[in-house]
């Protein structure tokens, strides 16, 4: 028996078939709290945005505490217009009205193929079993039911003391590469009984995400439904944490958690065979650094080279160029690990400053050609 | 027999194997004008460069007029610090020398490996019988001289009639892919022998440029060793071509030729299946049309959604709202032709302005991922 996950207090979960995926696995998942708790989100930046992203955008400036996430895979109810908003905004209620709360206490989300009419009705008709089989071992089901391409569930778990009281954080996420569009794509959603402040959890999530999701990338496409969103329901009743080192312990958990799960984002990549650590050292500044590192990750030159255990160093070369910093040749080192095994590591130094970031990424393979040529 | 060719007057040409190529085909080409021709360049904006193109663009500071073109494959002379600066040098004397003109009139380019020293020995021995063998015919060789792993030999030809003489305009190009650094890559050498001033020239080219070799894209790398360079020697003595209609009809001559190279560059991508045309229309101006063309050519999930003849728009829709315009939902028309053949049409209404944009690339295949991963 495999039972890792120690969810936070308040917390329960459950994941279903409700028909949404043609295969029968799971594709509903529900997250609740019994404790209202302080929700904090970062969304996809594409202009376009799925209709669940809005729905949830919304709810978030109405409501001030929370106590449901929604989430179904086997289709992202993105590109599907004003309809596709009121389908979103339905399931919520359908969820609230189960569990007895106000709908925009529910957050809803979606991923799977874009541009295709949602099926609320499978979903109206599974939430009644959904909200029975709610419990805390239920977030195993939770996390395989928020799945597409993925090859494993992912799940990270903490808990540490935190003035004087143990508090826990649990995260599960799906993305099988940090950008598969048509299957959208990454989603993450955190759970801790912390009691903390929002700007506090907030800035937490955006220090955390910055070095976290935003430091991982498989085909550099960006995602329309890509969201990390974390609840906390302060069940644990420490003092609230708002500032100095209570905040610093919070905020380096969270992160290690992030971390956890947008490395086994990379590890899942389609079609990989390779996990590849980019550091980037002696930069001017992290944004610098991760923009040099992202530029290497991203080119398929580079990646062919991995995959194909060819170890080309002209080709980081010509990445670093690319990435619209000015370097002079003599400026540039560059060690590139070997390529023998499943984990490979580059170091870049630029010689311009004190700064680095590191970025993990994964090799372009025939395998992730043939996922993409055929998926439907 | 194939022999379109019309070089331009008083331009010659020839092409051998200096045993740079292990396989012994041509890799070294000389481009001659008897006439000291003008000529304007434009270059990679990689900010690491080849040393071959630090030789050039000093010479094109240094003199006014120039006489020749020395190019090798098989050795980008990329990558190789101060020493690989004096070898291009040194290559450009050689020639010189043989050709009994200045050294600064003698400009230099080199594609193939990056980080290895190039073979000037071998250049400098070939080089009597390089010049010996100049003739109007062996553009043919030179053609095949500057190749890679380019399929086929690239040229385009077009004569008109400007101020009542006739005017040659010939160009040829090499590229396997719009990059491909470790075979550093796109290089293009047009010749004419009209008159014209040094300015209308070098806007005449860089408008030419913009629309052609800047709107074709295979991988999205961008290379250290991309040039595009013409020369105008005058021979036609045709009134010296500096503004109005003249300007206008030769600007246009040179964008047919650009475009013609670049289309056959796309052709020729490495592993593509199939030549896909994006037209986006209806966007604010040319710069916004072609930042979201490119941004859907170089999705690696539209690319294989081609290669699949999987008519995904869902995934023009990401890439769409990636690109980092300002764009909603209902304003995003998009029209994606049959996938069957080996020409692909898409076209993209973003229903913002007047302008547009047209980019041409190619589908992402295995390929494509076998010769990355396995060229050395």
Do not use: W
């Not at 890792?4 to 997250?31: E, H, Q, R, T, W």
């Not at 404790?35 to 594409?46: E, I, S, V």
């Not at 597409?148 to 799940?155: I, S």
């Amino acid at each position: 028996m495999k039972l890792k996950a120690i969810l936070p207090i308040g917390f329960y979960a459950n994941g279903v078939s409700c028909g949404l995926k043609k295969s029968g696995k799971l594709d509903l998942a529900l997250i609740y709290s019994e404790f209202p708790a302080l929700a904090c989100a970062k969304f996809t930046t594409n202009s376009i945005i799925a209709a669940p992203l809005i729905v949830c955008k919304k709810h978030l400036l109405q409501a001030k505490k929370f106590q449901a996430v929604l989430v179904n895979s086997g289709n992202a109810n993105c590109f599907t217009g004003k309809s596709g908003i009121k389908d979103a905004q339905a399931t919520a209620v359908y969820a609230a009205k189960e569990l007895k709360i106000a709908s925009s206490s529910v957050l809803v989300n979606s991923t799977g193929i874009i541009g295709k009419k949602l099926d609320i009705t499978k979903i109206k008709q599974a939430i009644p079993g959904l909200v029975a089989g709610l419990s805390g071992a239920g977030i195993h089901k939770a996390k395989k039911a928020i799945m597409t391409t993925d090859t494993f569930a992912k799940e990270a778990t903490i808990s540490l003391k935190i003035g004087g009281k143990v508090i826990h954080i649990c995260g599960i996420a799906k993305g099988a590469g940090m950008i598969a569009p048509h299957m959208a794509t990454m989603l993450c959603f955190i759970m801790t009984d912390a009691s903390i402040t929002k700007s506090a959890l907030n800035n937490s999530l955006s220090a955390a995400v910055e070095k976290t999701f935003n430091c991982i990338t498989v085909d550099g496409c960006m995602s329309t439904n890509d969201t990390v969103l974390v609840l906390a329901n302060g069940a644990t009743g420490n003092k609230v944490i708002s500032q100095g080192k209570d905040l610093s312990v919070f905020s380096k958990a969270l992160e290690s958690i992030c971390l956890k799960l947008a490395k086994m984002v990379v590890k899942d990549a389609e079609g990989a065979t390779k996990f590849i650590q980019i550091d980037v050292c002696q930069a001017k500044d992290f944004n610098q650094a991760r923009k040099v590192a992202l530029n290497i990750a991203n080119s398929a030159l580079f990646k062919t080279a991995v995959f194909g255990e060819n170890p080309n160093f002209g080709r980081v070369a010509q990445a670093v160029g690319a990435s619209g910093i000015k370097i002079k040749e003599e400026q540039l080192k560059i060690k590139l690990g070997s390529l023998k095994g499943k984990q490979v590591k580059l170091l870049v130094n630029l010689s311009h400053g004190k700064a680095g970031a590191t970025v993990f990424t994964s090799d372009l393979t025939c395998e992730y050609i043939k996922i993409n040529a055929k998926y439907n």
